[in-house]
């Protein structure tokens, strides 16, 4: 399974091998607050993040895949 935005792209899977379940992956995004919005107008069932700041001074949604990978959107303020 693939995604990809702006140019990045990214594979996501399951198989031994590729990757340890349920790694963690921060990604710097320009236009944290639209692809906020794009997701929860979106209405998945299971999967409704927020926007969160961070004490570090940066925005984030974190989404998890079907694979149990966390994907973490970021913004620099």
Known sequence: MGIAR??????????????SPGAHVRIE????ADLHGE????????????LEATPWRSKEVTVIDP?????TFFEND
């Open 29 to 32: 995004v320009v236009g944290i």
């Open 39 to 50: 997701l929860t107008a979106s209405k998945y069932r299971f999967n409704r993040p927020g």
């Open 67 to 71: 694979f149990g990978n966390h994907l």
């Open 6 to 19: 702006d140019g990045c792209e990214l594979h996501l899977s399951e198989h031994h091998g590729d990757g």
